[in-house]
């Protein structure tokens, strides 16, 4: 099917809602940042509530008369990774939906989830409600991991997708930060009992805002051009692109639809990014990440800190993250992909080979500085380079017609290795000691620095058809 006839310049482009919204915007640039900075408050929720659970979990192991859930070690493990194996589900559910209702569609229905998560686990009774409550909220964490870097690199111009996907990342770290701010001033001056439930309760605002503002935001182009329905997809790119730009891009993208082979997720060269893409996003939780991330104050009780002195030290995590991130924006924003991440991984090899040497060292106020750099350099080159450089790579190398279903299956992976590692690792540690578990991260994360170093493409300076084109052209090298 051809493009329908260009309206003129004075002339309004319109697409019947609730698909894209109407209207033209003067500044297309400025429009596309907005709908970053709409749709990434499902990345916001994403780093919140994998945030906040790390300081909920100190109290949620008093018991039920002094107004916790009286977990165990192991029932620890079982609350803080039911979130990731339900986001697991929630990826492969997000792909899937997004490719056949369209990626503004399934952002809306995962911001309703979102709510009903946070509201069901902030109101639980027992362990096993929340546990229940912590799979549906994963569900909407999950399908908004593989929803909104794809719907933002969908929309982004080849110049600009690098640091626009990438403030998916700023915005699940400051979602953290928020999770590690708001965990510490709630344990600080509140002497309520339930102290945690507000703590999980707070992620109802934002999913409240990811709603309201998603309703006013327009669909992929390039997902109404996979379903044949080029005249939308030229209204929505004519308000996100110059005039001229506007229908060059939709006959690079028109172009890739009608050449696509409906059966080319069987081929090697298709098979071949969906490894790196699976392996890629199984090496982001094989850093050990979750483990920083859900159990610091843990970690930090370990050596020495009283339950409040570790929640108020883990906003430390929280700002070097945020800082981290935006100078990964701005490196990928100028710099090419693979050797920021091949940086970033070796970096996260040696501050886990640090980490896990501290703590096999004697009891002392030096080694415990040491621990707390470690953790810092590691949630550094972890957040600046890798969780960066991993989400951005993920959301270019898939193909159109199947984008979304192959993301899923990549952050599917993602939340399974995720989720493995949140469940073993409390009682790992409770057995072997830190030294040993992060010791043991450092020489998996020594193995993906060899698969990265082999097999890691390129992907910046093309636009997403360019790189498809790309890599059909090395499987009939």
């Known amino acids: 099917m051809m493009p329908e006839t260009e309206p003129t310049r004075t002339q309004t482009a319109t697409v019947s809602p609730p698909d894209a919204p109407s209207g033209r915007t003067a500044k297309p640039e400025r429009f596309v940042r907005v709908i970053t900075a709409i ?9 919140y509530d994998t945030g906040v659970i790390s300081g909920a979990l100190p109290f949620m192991r008093d018991s039920t008369e002094e107004g916790g859930l009286g977990l165990t070690a192991t029932t620890e493990g079982v609350v803080a990774s039911s979130l990731v194996f339900g986001a697991a589900f929630g990826a492969l559910l997000g792909g899937r939906l997004a490719d056949r209702f369209g990626r503004r569609r399934a952002i809306l229905s995962f911001a309703v989830v979102f709510f009903g998560g946070a509201l069901g686990t902030a109101l639980s009774p027992d362990a096993t409600s929340m546990v229940v ?15 909104v870097p794809m719907f933002i690199a969908e929309l982004s111009p080849a110049h600009r997708r690098g640091r626009l996907v990438s403030q998916n990342e700023l915005m699940i770290v400051s979602g953290q930060l928020i999770a590690y ?17 507000y703590m999980l309760g707070l992620a109802t605002i934002p999913a409240v805002l990811l709603w309201f503002g998603m309703l006013f935001m327009p669909e992929s182009p390039r997902w109404f051009a996979a379903q044949g329905r080029p005249g939308e997809a030229l209204s929505v790119l004519r308000r996100i692109r110059e005039h001229d730009a506007a229908q060059a891009e939709l006959d690079e993208i028109t172009e ?18 969906l490894m790196i893409g699976i392996v890629l996003n199984v090496g982001m939780q094989l850093t050990g990440v979750n483990a920083m991330v859900y159990l610091a104050p843990t970690l930090l009780e370990s050596i020495g800190f009283g339950t409040k002195a570790a929640l108020t030290t883990t906003i430390a995590n929280g700002v070097v993250a945020v800082v981290a991130v935006s100078c990964g924006i701005y490196v990928y924003g100028r710099g090419n992909r693979r050797p920021v991440i091949i940086v970033g991984q070796t970096g996260v090899t040696v501050a886990l080979t640090v980490l896990g040497g501290g703590f096999l060292l004697p ?47 990549a952050v599917f992976a993602q939340w399974i290795a995720g989720g493995v590692v949140t469940l073993v690792v409390p009682p790992v540690i409770e057995a072997v000691g830190g030294g040993t578990t992060f010791l043991a991260f450092a020489v998996i994360n020594l193995g993906t620095l060899m698969f990265l170093v082999k097999l890691l493409p390129e992907t910046r300076g093309h636009t997403l058809e360019s790189l498809e084109r790309r890599f059909r052209s090395y499987a009939r090298a």
Do not use: K
């Open 256 to 273: 890739r639809t009608q050449e696509a082979d409906t059966g080319e997720m069987r081929l090697p060269w298709v098979r071949r990014l």
């Open 39 to 47: 749709a990434t408050l499902g990345a916001l929720l994403f780093g």
């Open 133 to 147: 409550f912590r799979v549906i909220l994963g569900l909407a964490v999950g399908g908004a991991s593989a929803t």
């Open 181 to 197: 701010t708001s965990n510490a001033l709630i344990a600080n001056f509140s002497d309520n009992d339930h102290a945690w439930r």
């Open 363 to 409: 009891e002392s106020t030096g080694r415990n500085y040491l621990i707390i750099v470690a953790m810092l350099a590691f949630l550094f080159f972890f957040q600046g380079a890798i969780g960066t450089g991993y989400w951005l790579v993920t959301s270019e190398i898939f193909p159109l017609r199947f984008r979304g279903r192959a993301i899923g299956i």
